[in-house]
């Protein structure tokens, strides 16, 4: 005898529970599948890790707007009060670190604010920068104004020396040389800082008589006391109004590469040579035999933008983390994809799918051929270009890294000296060329 259920038996509430439950979680693991799965493409937009705790993997936000862009990054910051920063604070490396000021940075180094640092008392501190090169012009010398828009903004940069004496910190930049004996005797009080954004080859100021008395180093290099970045990248506010179908149905040539220095120790020169070989390379100036003058700056990059699919963007020196303004310049309309060499990690400062990195390829011929295919399929490179055009350098208000000099003049005691400048600036940072 079977049995059978009429119309009105009651469904005990229990079970109905149970099958909502199971539904909500079979739902559950099929989107996270789907999310999971997402590709890359100029519609999404990279959230780097240092927005997130360790333990939460990285995600990608559809982005068909520019507001809804800034919304999910906006709901993120609320999301993560705090986070671990992957750049290393040698003050105290277990510190929780707050959320990047501007979340329009799009890189995997942070500049960090520290918790509990709304506390400390922001006495007015001076930084008196000894040798000041030429091209180190901050806004608002001898004034307060190079750190505005920071949390702290208490600091004040200056060279003038009746003002020395009484600085908080003192800055060498370390490729212009230090007189010796120096003019002045030294205060422990001070907090000494090693400045300089040249690599080891073409800095020979580290070894020096004081290299044992400076307390914090402020470099290129993402294990500083305070990284200092040729730049740093940003969503463009407005994205540029461009048909990217018609600007790469109009270019013609393969490759370009603006170079002077013509002898240096990664072999860049030997690397474009080979590369040449299996598809055209265009060399303008002292080392080539293609001419676009320095005073005809938009015209020489008016003819990258219509005539060229890729840049060269080779560093003089394979050296860690020395990532100059070749390939900053580059994402500032400038409407080609570069070819990366260096000794960096580019995956974690550039934005993803936006450039080529020789290291991903085991011969000049290898990339060579990995052009050609670009410059063949239209629709894959008119993607790339566009995605890069998303993103910007430049100015975003006030100074990351002037930011972070200050607070750590108010938040770190000087407790550590560099056994050894030199060695930390030298020993096992750069390598010889091993591609070509």
Known sequence: MSLHLSARTPVSPVRTTRTVTVAILLTTCTLYVLISQLSFSPSHTYVPDYLWDQSVKKRWYNTSSQAKEQSNLSSLAKERGHTQSRMRDLGNSSSQLTLPKSLMFITD???????????VVRELKSIFLFNRPSWFRPNGLHSTQAFAGCDFDTCLLTDNETEREGAAAIMFH?????????????????VWIAFGLESPPHCGHYRNPYSRKFNWTMTYRTDSDVFYPYDQFHFRQTPAEKNFTALVSGKSKPVAWFVSNCQDHSKRKEYAKELSKHIQVDIYGACGSFSCPRSKTNDCKRLLNTAYFFYLSFENSLCRDYMTEKVFKLYDNVDVIPVVRGRVDYKRYLPPG???????????RELALRLTSLMADKKAYTKMLTLKDRFSTGAIGYDPTLCRLCEKLHVHNVSKTYPDLQKWASEGICRDADDV
């Open 109 to 119: 180094i942070s500049f960090p604010g520290r918790n509990g640092s709304s506390g």
């Open 354 to 364: 936006t450039f080529l990195d020789t290291a991903d390829f085991r011969t000049p």
């Open 174 to 190: 370390m490729c212009s040389g230090l007189r010796h004996p120096l003019p002045f005797q030294v205060d422990q009080r001070q």
